[in-house]
Every structure is written in structure tokens, then in C-alpha cells.
């Protein structure tokens, strides 16, 4: 076995079991922690596969700029304790038996549909260099994004405004 | 060896674990933490897709990437209304919420 193989194998225990933690855990901020490991692992996941410039972005702004607002937020709201256990037992059941009764029938499927694809290799830095990324960014050719990466900065833009705008003390 | 069913399969776990948070929880800071997790689950999807259906491809990876930013927007206003919510009525339970009802 490589050692992207046992690097894979620690990824996948630390993203579903953090994920399922993220959903069980009684206490908010503790969810947030459990949130942060799955995204780190969903970054390491991208930095297996090649994509070294998805994995920073995913590092930098989720697992650096979303957690510290959760962490602001839960701490500005004072809702540490998060009421799981007002739900009713038939509640919690029927949301599991629909999780679970989903889980089963994406996996079926997933196995079923016989992917043509060759297992993943070693990590391979060349497969998206940084040039083709800023080329397909900055173009308004044919595998060009530059009206969808304008589209993202007028929206984060209306994103600052907004947030100002709600959050403000009247 | 991994295969495509592994990663697709995390995904799917990671999905699902959302959608019961999703259903189960009071609080809507934990609602939003489990939109999350499905959010990021799409995005291991579209990077899987690319990466190993399609490795000369692109589209997937600049969904993915465009995702990212456009998460990041929807959890910063939601967590600006969230404040605004808490400040006027005190909580952020859902079945609390019953301003706009009429």
C-alpha cells in the first residue's frame, strides 16, 4: 500500500466521522470544530487528487474565513446550547430512516452505474498547473471564465453591502 | 487502490450527514453549519467528476471553485440576518420564529 493510500484512508475516517460528529454533537461550537475538520479533509481530499489551487482556495476561505464567522456568530448569539433534544424520538427516527433509506440508494447506484474510470493515481501537480488556471480565468474565449469571475466579484461586492446593510444597529 | 466509488461514496456520506442535521436541529446557526456540509459535498462531486472522468477537462474544477465563493456569500449574509434576528427577538430557535406569521 502507497502512502497517498494511507494518506486517503485518514482523510475518509476524519471526513465521515466528522461529519456525522458535526450533526450529532449537543454542543454548537463543537460542531463548528467538527466542521472545520471536515473541510480541512475535504481540502487535504483535493491537495490527493491534484488540485493543489482548489485545496488552498477551499483552506483559505472555508476553513479560514467561513469557521472564524460561524465562531463569531455562535459566540455573538450565545446560542451554545442547540435544543436536539426538544425533538420528539419519531422525529429523530424519521430523519435517520430518510438519511439512511438516501445513503442506501446513492450507494447502490454509485456501485451499479460501472464508472470507465482508472483508479487514482499519486498526486500529480501537472494535471491543473497555475498558468491553465489563470489563463481559463482571465479569458473570454471558448474555456474562458472571466464573465462568471465578474459575476463573483459583483456579488461579493452586494454581499458586503448586504451583510452591512442587515447587520447594522438601527 | 481508489477507486471513483470511494470518493463518490465519501461524498455521499458527507451528504447525508447533512440532510439529517438538516432535519434534526432547532437552532438555525446549526442549520446552516449542516448547508454546509452539503455544499461541500457538491464540491468533492464536481472535483471527483473532473479529476477522473474527464482529467483533461476543467469544468468541474471551476464549478467547484465558483461554489466556494458563492457559499462563502450566502453564510455571510445568512449569518448577518441570524445576528439581526438574535438582537431583535433574543433566540435563533426555528420553531420560535413566528414573527412573519400572521
Known amino acids: 500500500m502507497e502512502s497517498f493510500e494511507i494518506m486517503f484512508i485518514v482523510l475518509t475516517a476524519i471526513i465521515a466521522l ?12 463543537r460542531a463548528v470544530a467538527y466542521l472545520l475538520l471536515v473541510l480541512l479533509g475535504t481540502a487535504g481530499l483535493y491537495f490527493l487528487m491534484g488540485y493543489t489551487f482548489l485545496g488552498s482556495v477551499q483552506t483559505m476561505v472555508y476553513a479560514g474565513g467561513v469557521i472564524v464567522l460561524f ?22 427516527i424519521g430523519a435517520a430512516v430518510i438519511s ?19 483508479a487514482l493515481t499519486s498526486p500529480d501537480e501537472t494535471i491543473m498547473p497555475m498558468t491553465a488556471i489563470g489563463k481559463h480565468m482571465l479569458s473570454t474565449g471558448h474555456s474562458g471564465y472571466l464573465l462568471p469571475f465578474e459575476a463573483v466579484s459583483v456579488l461579493l461586492l452586494a454581499c458586503i453591502v448586504g451583510g452591512l446593510v442587515i447587520a447594522r444597529k438601527r | 487502490m481508489i477507486h471513483i466509488e470511494c470518493l463518490l461514496g465519501l461524498s455521499a456520506i ?34 471527483v467528476f473532473n479529476r477522473m472522468l474527464f482529467p483533461e ?29 438574535y438582537r431583535q427577538l433574543s433566540h435563533l430557535g426555528v420553531d420560535k420564529l413566528t414573527k412573519l406569521k400572521f
Open chain 2, 14 to 47: 458527507m451528504m447525508f450527514a447533512g440532510i439529517y442535521g438538516f432535519l434534526t436541529r432547532r437552532s438555525t446557526l446549526a442549520i446552516l453549519l449542516s448547508i454546509e456540509l452539503m455544499l461541500n459535498a457538491a464540491d468533492i462531486n464536481f472535483a
Open chain 1, 100 to 118: 439512511l433509506v438516501g445513503l442506501g440508494i446513492f450507494g447502490t447506484l454509485i456501485c451499479l452505474h460501472g464508472f470507465t474510470a482508472e
Open chain 1, 18 to 29: 466528522g461529519s456525522i460528529a458535526t450533526v450529532f454533537t449537543k454542543s454548537v461550537v
Open chain 1, 71 to 92: 465562531v463569531f456568530a455562535v459566540l455573538l448569539t450565545s446560542a451554545k446550547e442547540d435544543k436536539l433534544s426538544e425533538n420528539t424520538l419519531i422525529k429523530n
Open chain 2, 57 to 85: 477537462g476543467h469544468e468541474g474544477y471551476f464549478f467547484a471553485l465558483f461554489t466556494i465563493a458563492i457559499a462563502a456569500a450566502e453564510s455571510a449574509i445568512a449569518i448577518a440576518i441570524m445576528i439581526n434576528i
